[in-house]
């Protein structure tokens, strides 16, 4: 049984966070656990409510599955806090597992879910850890420090990531302009492609960052090569996203249960960039 982890926060609304990741893992075949780094009451209109766990607690759920339970992949979302970034970090890194970080900063309806200061202790303490890291584009802003707005913008955000120790970033483009969305992968040693999909107009796209960073790590769990797994990865939310539930008055939920019902089959053009 191929088993992998979820460090990440609770969604009560079911569609992002811990409950977005299982549902994903399930969907996938792999063996879903656990480590819930806060608490947050929430629905597809907004965040109300969050209330995190303390750092000594989250480092504990890790390294309590960890020491019972081979763990071959994991994932961070929401971490909320540098303390608990920290011992995230303290807790994987003596870990032989491959590890997806979605940094996540800001929910749909626009709460901050990163605290400001966090930002510092992501890049100094997790990062160098990272297997691949999945940011938005006001995410990779943050995190490189550069206003991004460009294709060459794009590239200088990823190779100063790179920089920082992370084996391969994911650039998401679905806040850029255009008819298509175009994410570009780019690896340390180089080399880099795209991946080229029909951008949907919708607002039922609450937790695809979240999806699309746990089905990495399922494929990963798996063990597909990391090319494949972020390809099919991107497979799977895009196929969430072209068939939505339409549940909810906000920013309704991905279709976690398409992937498996269309057998994966879903145009994903390939663009070698480098």
């Known amino acids: 049984m191929n088993i992998v982890m979820t460090i990440a926060g609770s969604d009560s609304g079911g569609g992002a966070g811990i409950q977005a990741d299982l549902k994903t893992f399930q969907e996938l075949g792999v063996f879903g656990t656990s480590a819930i780094t806060a608490l947050t009451a929430q629905n597809t209109l907004g965040v109300e409510g969050i209330f995190p766990s303390t750092a000594e607690f989250v ?15 994991a994932k961070t979302g929401m971490l909320f806090s540098a303390e608990i970034i ?17 940094p996540v900063m800001i929910a749909k309806g626009g709460a901050s879910l990163l605290q400001s200061e966090a930002v510092k202790a992501l890049t100094s303490s997790l990062l160098p850890l990272a297997t691949v890291l999945t940011p938005n584009i006001p995410e990779a802003e943050v995190i490189s420090g550069i206003t991004i707005k460009t294709t060459a913008d794009i590239e200088k955000a990823a190779n100063i990531i790179l920089d920082m120790g992370v084996a391969c970033v994911v650039m998401k483009g679905g806040h850029l302009e255009g008819e ?3 994410d570009t992968v780019y690896f340390n040693e180089g080399t880099s492609f795209s991946m080229q999909t029909k951008r949907i107009a919708t607002n039922q796209t609450h937790g695809t960052g979240c999806t699309f960073s746990s089905a990495i790590t399922a494929f990963l769990g798996q063990g597909y ?21 339409n549940i909810g008055h906000g ?4 279709n976690h249960f398409e992937y498996k019902k269309e057998n994966g089959n879903c145009e994903v053009i390939i663009i070698e960039t480098n």
């Open 251 to 254: 920013h309704g939920p991905t």
């Open 59 to 73: 480092q504990q759920q890790i390294e309590v599955v960890m020491k019972d339970l081979p763990v071959k992949a």
């Open 180 to 182: 298509d969305a175009i």
């Open 225 to 245: 090569e990391l090319r494949e797994a972020i390809i099919e990865a991107k497979k799977f939310v895009q196929l969430a996203i072209q068939n939505p539930l």
């Open 86 to 102: 920290e011992a995230v970090a303290q807790s994987l890194k003596d870990k032989d597992i491959q590890l997806v970080v979605d």
